[in-house]
Structure formats: structure tokens, C-alpha cells
Nanobody, 118 residues
Framework: QVQLVESGGGLVQAGGSLRLSCAAS????????MGWYRQAPGKQRDLVAS???????SYPDSLKGRFSISRDNAKNTVYLQMNSLKPEDTAIYYC????????????WGQGTQVTVSS
């Protein structure tokens, strides 16, 4: 079982920044893909950013330039830096860990609330 604990959410004014953290209970070197998703009330959960074990990152075109995902292997933590926040970024942000092949799994964290006021 892999536990993922998100932190860093909160209330911020539009134009501000937040950095979310996702701490894993296992070595993230053993995880093929880690991602951040968000879900606003009444909407589906959407991908925000992902990073592979090799460090390759991916973002939806709408978030490129404002959001940045990174990883600290020594701390088994993945980060999401969010800049120039907008009210429409308000959502619960979730961390996901996915392993392929032998011993495959897909785990989610409990989420952290991000609220951007106008």
C-alpha cells in the first residue's frame, strides 16, 4: 500500500502563488508516474501536471507557464508550484501515484483544498 499525503493548500488572492506537496510513503523512484489532478464542485477530475520517473513533465496547454511539477527523490515528495492563480483554479487538488508492470498499482491522496479569491 502506498500512502500519499498532500499539503500546502489554502486561501490565496488572485495573482498569488502556492506550492503543493505530495509526500509518498515509498521511494518515488519506484513509481512510474506521479500526477496532480484537480476537481472543482460539480466538475470532473482533470489532470493538472504529471512527472515520470525519468523526470519528464507534462501539462495541459491551458496551464503551461503557470504551473510547474517537480520531484525531490531524497524526500520522496512531488511538488506543484502554482503561480498567477485565478479564481477558476479553485478546486481540491489530488496527488496520484501509478506503477506499471509487475506489482502495478494506482493510489490517490486525500486531496488538499485550494481557494483563490478574486
Amino acid at each position: 500500500q502506498v500512502q500519499l499525503v498532500e499539503s500546502g493548500g489554502g486561501l490565496v488572492q488572485a495573482g498569488g502563488s502556492l506550492r503543493l506537496s505530495c509526500a509518498a510513503s515509498v521511494s518515488i523512484n519506484s513509481i512510474n508516474l506521479m500526477g496532480w489532478y484537480r476537481q472543482a464542485p460539480g466538475k470532473q477530475r482533470d489532470l493538472v501536471a504529471s512527472i515520470t520517473r525519468a523526470g519528464t513533465t507534462s501539462y495541459p496547454d491551458s496551464l503551461k507557464g503557470r504551473f510547474s511539477i517537480s520531484r525531490d527523490n531524497a524526500k520522496n515528495t512531488v511538488y506543484l508550484q502554482m503561480n498567477s492563480l485565478k479564481p477558476e483554479d479553485t478546486a481540491i487538488y489530488y496527488c496520484e501515484a501509478r506503477r506499471y508492470g509487475s506489482g502495478s498499482y494506482d493510489y490517490w491522496g486525500q486531496g488538499t483544498q485550494v481557494t483563490v479569491s478574486s
